[in-house]
């Protein structure tokens, strides 16, 4: 019994860190979006569009915005000073 209430106890732990994960992907996200504009594209799908070179990337459906901040973070080094 003292080992499932071990167990119990564990799970609690990892719950706390995902929100605090959770936390910092949103900070992450609003990095992105000053730099970037939602657009549809002539079949209808969205599109993200980069305000410093206009080149387009994809929207990812799980919401992911990692691409978008990879090109940012190359990008930066080249349209800003
Ligand atoms: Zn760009």
Redesign the pocket.
């Known amino acids: 019994m003292r080992l499932l209430i071990d167990e119990v106890d564990n799970t609690n732990f990892p719950m706390e860190n995902d929100d605090a994960c959770k936390k910092r992907k949103r900070q992450k996200k609003s990095e992105v979006w000053p ?1 970037m504009t939602k657009i549809v594209d002539s079949k209808g799908e969205s599109r993200y569009e ?6 387009q990337l994809a929207q990812i459906k799980s919401g992911t915005t990692s691409h978008l901040k990879r ?2 973070t ?2 930066k080094r ?2 800003l000073p």
Request: aromatic fraction near 24%; charged fraction near 15%.
């Open positions: 730099e980069c305000k410093h070179c206009h080149f090109h940012l190359h990008g080249y349209f």
